[in-house]
């Protein structure tokens, strides 16, 4: 099994199409599995039009407060590093469930074992199938803000099929940050996704310094390609001692596709098709 | 000073671009600062043409701690792996001690609790650096930028908020660029904010994310209201959002048809508005249903 991962720091620099358009290619004649860990907006579905199954629900563990035990000390709000607990001296604590990360923090520091853990629901997982691949996704649900417990949800449903299938496609969400960072981990190979600007350039640029400091091999891909407009990129590829992969044409074709949910074909996924088999 | 935040739940719908735009048209009127909070990719500078090089002022912050491990004083009893909700220590059977992942640790202080031999402490990290600099405009923006590899990046988008206060004590607005999608330096740039802008497009991911999006402001109940970017590229779509905005009484700011020039500016590095005066009236238009959402809150 071959795991790669299409990434790019910007947003809508064309991830989702790269990662569902490789997949649906790569389905004709390997067993694949598509993974959306953009859990904070998850699309891949949406592109592919696969209608999705959720088979499960991600928890996180949360503070209960036994208030006939709790002796107000304060102890808890004290060594609540995400603010998720306050205390006024001589009151009963108030909980933020929203600021908690479940560190469990509070519950090692109540002198009277006042705490105790319950659950709360965060995100789900899904799974479904299309054109030939299978389908994982992950979903947060909305206002909480641990991207990553979903992130991990999903790996361990990865985790648990990934032996059946040759190549297994994660997509992940734009930016640099943990949820990015979690799904990045492990995976064979990167494909930074890019676009032929100045900001493409310069989140580009954050992907790879992330991606080398978690030692995985990448390759860069310019999407909205344009002849003699790629001179940034190819200048940034060129840094990092790397040749553009592969680039996408800027065609009204390909956002069309788009934009109907049918999967993009064109030569320069057959290109990466090719590279990422040998 | 009154917040007026751009977000989009799905990234390159064209928020920056848009927020910078608007910061123009609104300073015609108005003292204002801009905020980029997309602390993980922050573009909001180059969009006005300020390089990070050109900036006035960069400094080191840190929002966050990690958790070192004296090995001399390890006992080895696993205690740390055991507690760590964040599996951000392993251990390693031939040193028969643990392997702190600092990509994972959170910084949540269970495992000093937890250690018999006070072997871990808490160690401040230098997670983020903070800046600001003049805009050709009138205006300063103040940028974050975390450390690859960091987290925290909620705290950091406070810690950018408060710099623009700092920065611009007198101004009467704050434009804010939030990143894209929903956690949580998402929520932190909404957080505090008086009027939201959603930015979208007329894909089924970008009426996706708007609906994911607004429920961010929905939870605060902060108003917002819609800008639909390159709405003529699918009208049934733009459509979609109408419906989907009239059915939620949110207010369609405004409908931005697809223009080739919103690249070119980029560019380029030049605002659209400036790259392309023709779509003057337009943010004009925007400023106006701004101050009407901005005045009907205050009543």
Known sequence: MKQITVTGGKGGTGKSTVATALAVLLGKDYKVLLVDADVDCPNDHLLLGIKRKKVKIVYQRIPKWDFNKCIKCGKCAEVCKTHAIFVVKGKQPIFLPQQCNGCGACILSCPVKALSWKKKEIGFVFKGKKHGIDFISGELKVNEPVSEFVVNAVKKE????????????????????????????????????TEPTPLGEHDLELIIQLIKKLGIKFEIILNRFEEGKSVLIEAAAKRHGKKIMAKIPYKKEIMQAYSKGVPVRDNSIEKIKRLVIE | MKQITILSGKGGVGKSSIAASLAIALSKKHKIVCADCDVDASNLALVFGLKEKNFEQWKKISTNEKAYLNEKKCNGCKKCVDSCYFNAISW???????????FSCEGCGVCPMVCPEKAIKLVEVKNAKIGFGETKFGFKVISGQLEMGESGSGKVVAEVKKLAKEQAEDAELMVIDSAAG????????????????????????GLSDLKRALQITTHFG??????????DLNLEFTKKIEFFASENNLEIIAKIPYDKSFVDALVDLIPIVVY????????????????????????
């Open chain 2, 222 to 231: 902060i108003k917002s209201g819609i800008i639909i970017n390159k709405f």
């Open chain 1, 158 to 193: 990865i985790k648990k099929v990934e032996s059946k299938y040759d190549f297994v496609l994660v997509d992940t969400a734009a930016g640099t940050h943990c949820d990015v960072i979690e799904a990045l981990k492990q995976t064979d190979i990167a494909l930074a996704v």
């Open chain 2, 276 to 299: 392309n005066p023709k779509l003057e009236t337009l943010f004009t238009k925007i400023v106006k249903k701004i101050k009407n959402n901005l005045e009907t809150n205050h009543k």
């Open chain 2, 92 to 102: 390693n059977e031939k040193k028969k001690q643990p392997v702190f992942d600092s």
């Open chain 2, 182 to 205: 929903i956690g949580c330096p998402v929520i932190a740039s909404v957080n505090g904010s008086d009027f939201v802008i959603a930015v979208t497009e007329p894909t089924s991911s």
